[in-house]
């Protein structure tokens, strides 16, 4: 089985600031949620994490996991879709003249802003980590946990259900919250 969580929130969840690829690590909040989900899920069977290296997903995947003998393993193409020039944004949700609200709004329109990652670049390293890693362990019979973040999270389960662009945020995944695919 297949299982994706999001990490816990930091300060820049609360002050709405767009993160992306920039390494903001939880706050305590976040590292509650964590915690918190950790109990509520100790009954999942998980035979290994794979998370983003960025801190809130490691910290998240650490603290969740917590007395439990589940190695987790970082890799880079779980990272967050990058949103370049605009990263560090506060109130990017309410901003329609924001080169990043395509994203949000009408993803089908969106076009990388200088420095960013395009829809195209997240689902090919997305998809060759299915490829590579998950989809073998699958078939082996193994439990796999992902631990990420927004976008990244919504690009694996658009590639797992067949969904297209237009539905890329419809499963959006709250704050340490586990969603089985």
Not at 61 to 69: Q, S
Not at 168 to 180: A, P, S, T, V
Request: with cysteine.
């Amino acid at each position: 089985m297949l299982y994706i969580m999001r990490h816990g929130k930091t300060d820049w969840n609360v002050r709405q600031k767009l993160q992306g690829r920039t390494d903001i690590p939880l706050n305590e909040e976040g590292r509650r949620m964590a915690r918190a989900a950790g109990e509520k899920y100790s009954k999942v069977h998980f035979d290994i994490c794979y998370c983003s290296p960025l801190l809130r997903a490691k910290e998240t995947a650490e603290l969740f996991l917590t007395g439990r003998d589940v190695p987790v393993v970082t890799d880079d193409r779980l990272m967050e879709m990058s949103f370049g020039v605009c990263e560090g944004v506060e109130n990017y949700f309410h901003n329609p003249d924001s080169p990043i609200d395509p994203l949000f709004r009408d993803p089908v329109h969106y076009e990388a802003v200088e420095g960013g990652e395009s829809f195209a670049e997240l689902f090919a390293r997305t998809g060759s980590f299915l490829r590579e890693v998950v989809e073998p362990q699958l078939k082996e019979g193994k439990d796999i946990l992902v631990i990420g973040h927004g976008a990244m999270n919504c690009s694996i389960i658009c590639q797992v259900k067949g969904l297209d662009l237009a539905h890329f945020w419809d499963q959006g995944i709250e704050n340490c919250r586990l969603f089985e695919l």
